[in-house]
């Protein structure tokens, strides 16, 4: 090979792959978001992306308590529950949950409608136990420690959530968008008070669009004191309160009979 053949080669190699060993290629994974595993390392700080956390049960109606014959109503005693859905324990320490009230659709509902939706915003306190949430399992944020929810995993002492028109967003400790309930456009999705008892809103556990902010994606707690399973599902609800009040704290939800063609899982 003459010379100007060999120079020739160089080029064309240079042009190709660079033709020099001594400097490797930039890391692309470098320029993604830095992940913290919520370890002590880290200050038990993590993040997370959508659909990492799943808001599972929304108790918006409050709780009933059995008072010799008769009941006392505490619309304020209320809970939401989220699900771990990523392959990994998190922490939520840090992480920020709000709740949007009314509508800004003034066409549709003008009795709550308004130009800004008022919104309220909580720092997530770490665990009451200091542990993360383990793969697939279910943690409460409750309002009172001494009201029916009193095994909860997390307390917000002013939590609120409307009984009307409502929206609730989880996002992580980089202010990242984890995951929405509820609508500005629609009424409650589920759950209810009809004076006597109060029913949690439940997700139903959907293959495809399972959205938090479809009303399809909600059922009412299904259940009632006459079906064998109703007591299993109640077992975080002080015994005081298990008479009244029908919900799955901490737990799998009940059985969704809405009828949706699209529910179910590939087990």
């Avoid at 909860?152 to 995951?179: G, M, N, Q, T, W």
Wanted: hydrophobic letters at 30%.
């Amino acid at each position: 090979m003459n010379r100007g053949t060999l120079v020739l080669a160089c080029a064309v190699a240079l042009a190709l792959t660079g033709c020099d060993n001594s400097e490797r290629p930039s890391d692309e994974r470098e320029q993604q978001v830095g992940y913290r595993s919520g370890t002590e390392d880290d200050g038990y700080l993590a993040n997370g992306e959508r659909g990492n956390i799943l808001i599972s049960e929304i108790n918006w109606a409050g709780s009933v308590k059995a008072v010799g014959d008769g009941r006392v109503y505490d619309p304020d005693d209320v809970f939401i529950e989220l699900q771990n859905k990523h392959p990994r324990p998190i922490q939520l320490t840090n992480w920020q949950l709000q709740v949007y009230s009314g509508t800004n659709r003034p066409g549709k509902n003008a009795s709550y409608s308004r130009p800004d939706r008022p919104r309220k915003t909580w720092v997530m306190p770490r665990r009451e136990n200091g542990k993360p949430i383990a793969p697939n399992d279910y943690v409460l944020i409750a309002k009172k420690r001494d009201g029916a929810f009193r095994n909860a995993d997390y307390y917000i002492e002013d939590l609120e959530i409307p009984k009307e028109f409502f929206e609730i967003v989880i996002r992580d400790l980089d202010d990242r968008l984890i995951e929405p309930a509820g609508s500005n456009d629609h009424d409650v999705f589920a759950g209810s008070w009809d004076h006597v008892t109060v029913r949690s809103m439940e997700r139903i556990q959907l293959i495809f669009a399972n959205r938090g902010s479809r009303e399809s994606a909600w059922h009412t707690y299904s259940l009632n004191p006459w079906d064998a399973e109703h007591e299993g599902f109640r077992v975080n609800i002080h015994e005081d309160y298990r008479k009244f009040t029908f919900a799955s704290p901490g737990m799998a939800n009940s059985p969704d009979y809405s009828g949706n063609t699209a529910a179910g899982d590939f087990q």
